[in-house]
């Protein structure tokens, strides 16, 4: 998990974030779950067994759910320096799984696992939004396209690129807040010691917000056409 580092010898340094690649690994196929099941707007409800979410994947354990899983897309936000000091993800390798690789943070992360992250105290999610745009439209878009469920998306611990990518998605399907909300934190049961906040959410609401609402943020900010976001809603949603 991140930790702060300081250097304290010669000329003073920006706090710097450490990923202690070998802590994550031991959290493989964990803070798993299916984000189906919670109604949605005009009594509806977010199709079960479609979308899933969970930490990384270089090892799924045969207890696991993950392990029988028949995903059709798996979708990796990993940076390209995690996956090559983590592994690959497990079920890529499975026959008829179609893998998509879109490495978020790339420019955070090296070899060392150093990342510095350009936010404001209290506002890290929020960044993680704006500073991956080009990558969460990516993302939006292949869940617009037909035949891509059932799909698993990750990152390394599965909770902050993951979490405000299920966040933004709950949005669109018109999930209340407040399940939005206990879904983030829901990653607490696996991360006790390093606990999220539901306020670590409210920028991004407050972005959502100053849009006119979740389709004018996904169109403004995002750049998600409105016929693939009614694409979504409709593969994704049920009565």
Same mark, same amino acid.
């Given at each position: ?22 802590? #994550?690994? !031991? ?9 189906? %099941?919670? &109604?949605a707007?005009? $009594? *509806? +409800? ?24 028949k995903?059709?897309? #798996?979708? !990796?936000?990993q ?7 983590? %592994?690959? &993800?497990e079920?890529? $390798? *499975? +026959? ?80 209340d ?18 606990p ?9 609401f407050e ?33």
């Amino acid at each position: 998990m991140p930790k702060n580092k300081n250097k304290t010898e010669g000329v003073a340094e920006e706090p710097r974030v450490v990923i202690d690649f070998d802590l #994550l690994r !031991t959290y493989a196929a964990q803070n798993f779950r299916d984000l189906g %099941g919670h &109604p949605a707007a005009n $009594s *509806r +409800r977010v199709r079960a067994s479609r979308i899933f979410r969970s930490s990384h994947l270089a090892e799924v354990p045969p207890e696991s759910p993950i392990s029988r899983l028949k995903l059709r897309t #798996l979708v !990796t936000l990993q940076s390209r320096a995690e996956v090559k000091h983590m %592994g690959a &993800p497990e079920p890529a $390798s *499975r +026959r008829g799984v179609r893998w998509e690789h879109i490495p978020m943070g790339d420019e955070w992360f090296n070899d060392e696992g150093y990342t510095e992250i350009a936010a404001q105290s209290g506002r890290d999610h929020l960044a993680l939004v704006m500073h991956f745009r080009r990558d969460w439209r990516r993302f939006f878009k292949l869940l617009a396209e037909r035949d891509v469920y059932p799909l698993l998306f990750h990152c390394s611990a599965g909770r902050d690129r993951t979490g405000v990518g299920a966040a933004m998605l709950l949005s669109m399907l018109g999930v209340d807040r407040n399940r939005i909300v206990a879904d983030f934190l829901e990653s607490n049961l696996v991360y006790p010691k390093l606990p999220l906040t539901a306020e670590q959410l409210d920028p991004v609401f407050e972005l959502i917000d100053e849009n006119g609402g979740i389709e004018g943020f996904m169109r403004e900010v995002i750049g998600l056409a409105p016929g693939e976001l009614a694409i979504i809603q409709e593969d994704l949603l049920e009565d």
